[in-house]
């Protein structure tokens, strides 16, 4: 047990000084422009339509079953654009993105990371005058932060058009009666569910690198990693985003 | 002024790998270290790099113990080395003359043209002219080794490390390797480290051999003096490299 507390201590602080040197980098302005739009690409064009069709079925299935939810309780489908609207843009909309992303290009990035640690060619950079943290690392951040709260607000969009869809077919809500809903929202429900994008990014672009940074033992050291990195995240987005959305709520943002 | 490694002792998971180790590596000469596996060879040219952090001891370049400096300064000493990794280590996602031109947009302010004239230059000295826009994945062993050793030539580094460089390799692309080490010497008067288990490379390339054995350089010396050993281990070692 004191064993496994050690390790996992070890980690967390290894974690963090690699997500010091990383913002230290950035503010000092050490950044490589060509690697951070590949990595904005990367992560924006492979993941754009996983996060728009997750999003579209999330608001379908959302109005759906509030839909059915209220008409059984009050005899009509009552409040389905205010449910997915908030919904969407408050939880599932940057909860769900995030999660995709990191099973996506988390995923891909700790797998690249950690065959490039496994055959040498992190140590390789040293020797070729870049610290690896700034070649590897301040991309991926700056990649994240950037291209994550504009899939975000995709997801957010498709999941508002995929539950007018149910509203208007299956539910019979008129467009107008849905969109008043959906309108009551303020900038401070979209910054609200932006600011816990923005620390999903922080951590999903941490998790990756470290692993990748920390992977030994080959290919299995590197399926290893991948793993770890992805549960580590996801459970990350989960727990963090109870304590952002009671933090935000008591600062009246959202 | 050279690298002094003195009393470097390094451990991992309890296990002692490096145990108060001293070596000196000369300017101009071609040094190799001999040893088995899992003696701490790659370990050894990890710390003189820099990358792993010395348990005790010191390692001393041109004058500088660089267990005592922060990153900004120690990619500045790390600069001064070239490295042919095992592996290669080339960058899967460059070409073969982005690879090699990596370490000259990164440490010297040359344009586009220089770095351009200094590629060919270097993919030359190891037959590889020609082959610049060839991916990574598309280069066999021996070709990656080749395009690894021109990028770490590239920038005309003070100190080049090879990492058991024939391992893997035919013996007449071997033979070509060890002619290369010999040849940049002569050419370019560059300190040279070489980590090994070929006895044959051994004898060719080098103007020392160390044996690393048990943590410690247990024996150093000229070709002659490390054939003509007493120390039973090294005798052994010699031995069943078939080396007369």
């Known amino acids: 047990m004191n064993k496994y507390m050690e390790k996992t201590f070890g980690e967390i602080g290894e974690a963090s000084e690699l997500f010091y040197k990383t913002l230290h980098a950035i503010i000092r302005g050490h950044i490589n422009w060509k690697n951070t739009i590949d990595q904005m690409l990367f992560i924006g064009v492979n993941s754009v339509s996983l996060a728009i069709l997750c999003g579209f079925f999330t608001g379908m299935v959302l109005a759906l079953q509030t839909g059915e939810t209220f008409r059984s309780v009050f005899n009509e489908p009552i409040y389905v654009g205010l449910a997915v609207g908030y919904s969407m843009v408050l939880e599932l909309g940057p909860v769900l993105t995030s999660i995709v992303v990191t099973g996506r290009a988390g995923a891909a990035m700790t797998a690249e990371i950690g065959t490039m640690k496994v055959t040498e060619q992190i140590d390789a950079l040293y020797t070729l005058g870049t610290e690896p943290v700034e070649y590897i690392c301040v991309p991926r951040f700056i990649a994240f932060m950037v291209v994550l709260p504009f899939l975000v607000v995709f997801s957010n969009c498709a999941g508002i058009f995929g539950g007018l869809i149910v509203s208007l077919y299956k539910l019979s809500i008129p467009f107008s009666k849905y969109w008043e809903e959906i309108k009551q929202m303020g900038l401070s429900d979209l910054f609200h569910g932006l600011l816990k994008t923005l620390v999903f990014a922080l951590i999903i672009a941490s998790i990756s690198c470290y692993n990748g940074l920390v992977t030994e033992g080959g290919a299995e050291g590197v399926g290893k990693a991948t793993t770890k990195a992805v549960v580590t995240a996801m459970v990350l987005i989960l727990t963090t985003d109870f304590f952002m959305s009671s933090l935000l709520i008591s600062m009246g943002i959202g | ?244």
Not at chain 2, 102 to 108: I, M, P, V, Y
Not at chain 2, 117 to 124: G, K, N, S
Not at chain 2, 203 to 225: C, M, N, P, Y
């Open chain 2, 1 to 244: 002024m050279g690298i002094e490694i003195r009393d470097l002792s390094k451990s991992f998971n309890g296990k002692e790998v490096l145990k108060g180790l001293n070596l000196d590596i000369h300017d101009g000469e071609v040094l190799t270290v001999i040893g088995g596996s899992g003696q701490g060879k790659s370990v050894l040219f990890k710390h003189v790099l820099g990358i792993f952090k010395p348990d005790g001891g010191s390692i001393i370049i041109d004058g500088v113990d660089i267990s005592k400096l922060n990153d900004a300064e120690l990619l500045k000493i790390q600069s001064k080395f070239g490295m042919l990794f095992q592996s290669a280590a080339l960058f899967d996602s460059l070409n073969v003359y982005e690879n090699v031109a990596f370490g000259l947009r990164h440490l010297t302010s040359m344009n586009e043209i220089a770095i351009k004239r200094r590629v060919t230059e270097v993919l030359a000295m190891v037959s590889m002219q020609g082959n610049e826009l060839l991916s990574v994945s598309s280069l066999s062993g021996g070709m990656k080794k080749r395009v690894a050793l021109a990028r770490a030539l590239a920038t005309s580094p003070k100190y080049l490390l090879y990492d058991e460089p024939t391992t893997g390799l035919d013996p007449l692309l071997a033979e070509s390797i060890n002619d290369l080490i010999l040849d940049l010497n002569k050419q370019t008067k560059i300190s040279s480290v070489v980590v090994t288990h070929d006895m044959h490379s051994a004898f060719k390339v080098s103007h020392r051999i160390a044996f690393l054995h048990d943590g410690l350089i247990q024996e150093i010396g000229t070709v002659g003096e490390i054939k003509n050993t007493k120390l039973e281990s090294l005798r052994n070692f010699i031995n069943a490299g078939n080396i007369e």
